[in-house]
């Protein structure tokens, strides 16, 4: 957040029974202010007052000018004496809150701002700052009431428009945002913070061409404003411009080499081009640069996982470490919920991807089918964004918060206000995750599922929903949390209904195979393509096709294909397609014979979606959750057999099928009508077995509470 501005005073003018010397002296020292002269200024305020010790006025600018220097405890004292001698001003009483607010004394600032409408009921003023006050306490309602306010009172009011704006983006009311942020822009065009936030707020409703325009704009008039670049980079990022934002987020570094955020944005732009460890450098200097950063933190927490040396209980304690520093326990909340067991349970899901994304594509079905006489699903979005997935999503469930504009304490306290029984985590340490909601327990139960593939840390999280291959019983699990585990397998899968019809097998005609993997690239190791490599070598005139959103980057296209050649293998044999929407994204399996997962870090949705369309996928298990996602999926699937345990035993099997086109064909043909009757595609099934799970933990926690 950024930190407060104490903008110049309003004028005062001085009083008429003044001394003529004394008039004068003040006017000059409020000119001199004015054409920041502050040491001019000072000087001669000071002269005033040893002639006149009792000149509010005086007192009132020379505290100014030391808010202007920082100098705060000298500011307060300043505006101490003049009040005691006027209290009737209520410019005095605004500058007082303001730097009440700089020193973070909120209650005490607002009674200044209090103070200053007692006076004047319209003081604009009192109302902009006292919505700075609620905005950095992110009391983000009461901070847009303010500033709503101030804007009716002065609408010429450009610093109140511009808050307003932000407060709107925050709450996800983008064209609210945009158009009023589009109004300071005609009003003031020359703004840099006004062009910055429009460019935001353009970045929050995917016009990230109009972004990067905007920033551009700003760069030229505050080339050395760091936060431009690097906001101009996250927009690039997002056209997976990848390399162009790279470039962007070193201008922001060489200019604010210390700021951890933007260390943190060149590690995810690393990452997304696989290269790992470079992001994870990227990552440490930013918990190196912000230990007290979360969110810095949480990053370095995320791309831990893409590190095969690390254990899975280097990996929990991590996560527990992370708890312990950013989500201490809070004081024991009581939970008055209704302690009948079998009761209609009132369940909250808690999740920033409610719209596109695998999070939504699993959860759909279940929201579907749940049991609506027995449990009462209400969703808790806080992404900000929504698409035809989020509207499904909000039918489907039974209520709807729209969060993105909560702060996390005003997240848990809606939750408790909701009576929620069974609180659910679908973020993890994932980006827009709430975990310090969770960290105030507005639930009697809280449990993490889906979105993420360990260990939040948080004692507040009393269960990880997981099955007994990703997390075997005979293990110790390497969880803050207690494993619940569902039998089967963890999660479900359904394929849309736009999905395309399977494809006959492209080898029976192109006479050689392709193996495909549509991943994200950070899970594309420089291990994962030595062993792709082996396995190119073994089948000959094998071809390999990777289809990702990054690869629409030439400078990341490069990259891949300098990996395969330093392996042997030329870039003819190696395909790099760029991004596509859904619907074509699966159709582009029809050039794919046989899918390869990645390791350490499995495949979820795509090995799903893979099997959906009639693609059979081979994965190598590790010994921990993210490494095992492809072992549940295929083994409730049907398919153990393409589990596989080490590299040469991934070779062999992949190489096995490759050697039998026919065998391919049949099985692709008839693929997804075997998932559809497995365990893995039985989303009522699942839906019964997970409302199960969490009737059990019920009635666990009525045990325990006596």
């Not at 902009?128 to 804007?151: H, S």
């Not at 590299?647 to 490759?658: F, G, M, R």
């Not at 839906?687 to 799970?693: D, G, K, L, M, V």
């Amino acid at each position: 957040m950024r930190p407060p501005t104490l903008s110049k005073p309003e004028a005062v003018k001085p009083s008429r029974d003044l001394p003529d010397w004394l008039k004068r002296a003040f006017l000059t020292s409020v000119k001199h202010y004015q054409a920041g002269m502050y040491e001019q200024a000072r000087q001669l305020l000071i002269a005033t007052l040893e002639r006149e010790p009792r000149h509010s006025d005086s007192l009132y600018l020379l505290g100014s000018i030391a808010a202007q220097s920082r100098d705060l405890d000298l500011a307060e004292e300043m505006l101490r004496q003049a009040i005691a001698i006027e209290s009737r001003k209520p410019v005095y009483w605004v500058l007082y809150g303001n730097i009440l607010q700089y020193k973070n004394q909120w209650d005490a600032s607002a009674e200044c701002y209090r103070a200053a409408l007692t006076l004047d009921p319209n003081h604009t003023d009192a109302y902009y700052n006292w919505g700075n006050t609620f905005e950095r306490q992110q009391r983000n309602r009461e901070a847009t009431e303010c500033f709503e306010t101030a804007l009716r009172l002065h609408p010429g009011h450009l610093q109140a428009r511009n808050n307003l704006a932000n407060q709107y983006r925050n709450a996800g009311r983008l064209d609210e945002a945009a158009a009023h942020l589009q109004q300071a822009h005609r009003q003031e065009p020359a703004s840099v913070p006004v062009i910055l936030n429009l460019g935001n707020v353009y970045m929050a409703m995917n016009r990230h061409q109009d972004a990067i325009d905007c920033f551009d704009a700003a760069i030229q008039l505050a080339p050395a404003m760091s936060v431009l670049y690097s906001n101009k980079g996250n927009a690039l990022r997002a056209l997976t411009r990848v390399e162009e934002s790279l470039a962007a987020y070193r201008q922001a570094i060489a200019l604010e080499p210390a700021r951890a955020e933007f260390h943190i944005n060149c590690g995810i732009a690393l990452q997304m081009q696989g290269r790992l460890p470079e992001a994870l450098a990227s990552f440490r200097q930013a918990m190196t640069l912000a230990p007290e950063s979360a969110a810095a933190c949480g990053a370095g927490l995320f791309s831990l996982h893409y590190d095969p040396a690390l254990s899975p209980m280097d990996l929990c304690q991590a996560h527990r470490e992370w708890a312990k520093r950013y989500a201490p326990p809070t004081p024991p909340r009581r939970h008055a919920n209704s302690r009948d067991p079998e009761r209609r349970l009132r369940i909250g899901l808690v999740s920033a991807d409610l719209r596109q994304h695998p999070v939504t594509f699993f959860t759909l079905p279940l929201l579907e089918a749940h049991d609506e006489e027995r449990y009462e699903i209400l969703c808790y979005s806080s992404g900000g964004k929504s698409d035809a997935w989020t509207e499904r999503m909000r039918n489907a469930a039974d209520g709807w918060c729209e969060a993105a504009g909560l702060t996390d304490l005003e997240l848990a306290e809606r939750i408790a206000r909701d009576e929620i029984d069974i609180l659910i985590d679908l973020s993890g340490h994932t980006a827009g995750n709430r975990l310090l909601a969770f960290a105030h327990k507005p639930a009697p139960i809280a449990l993490s599922w889906l979105g993420y593939f360990n260990t939040t840390g948080l004692d507040a999280v009393d269960y990880l929903l997981v099955d007994p291959i990703v997390a075997p019983p005979e293990e110790q699990a390497p969880f803050v949390e207690k494993p619940l585990r569902l039998d089967g397998c963890y999660l479900a899968y359904a394929g849309p209904e736009y999905a395309p019809a399977v494809a006959p097998l492209p080898a029976l005609t192109q006479n050689h195979i392709t193996f495909g993997c549509f991943n994200t690239l950070s899970k594309v190791t420089d291990d994962v393509v030595k062993l792709w490599a082996r396995l190119l070598h073994r089948v000959p005139l094998s071809r390999l096709i990777l289809k990702n959103s990054i690869l629409d980057d030439g400078h990341s296209r490069q990259l891949y294909w300098e990996a395969f050649a330093r392996e042997g293998i030329h870039r003819h044999r190696v395909d790099l397609l760029g991004s596509s929407p859904h619907r074509e994204l699966l159709a582009s399996y029809e050039h794919i014979d046989i899918a390869l997962d990645t390791f350490p870090y499995n495949g979820g949705t795509t090995t799903c979606e893979a099997l959906w369309m009639g693609i059979p996928v081979i994965t190598q298990a590790g010994d921990r959750f993210v490494s095992r996602v492809g072992a549940t999926i295929l083994t409730n699937a049907g398919f153990p057999a393409w589990v596989t345990h080490s590299p040469e035993d991934y070779i062999e099997q992949a190489a096995a099928l490759a050697a039998n086109p026919e065998q391919l064909a049949q099985i692709r043909a008839s693929l997804r009508d075997r998932i559809q009757r497995s365990t893995l595609g039985d989303t009522a099934q699942f839906t019964r077995r997970w409302e199960h799970a969490l009737r059990m933990v019920w009635h666990d926690w009525i045990r325990s509470a006596g």
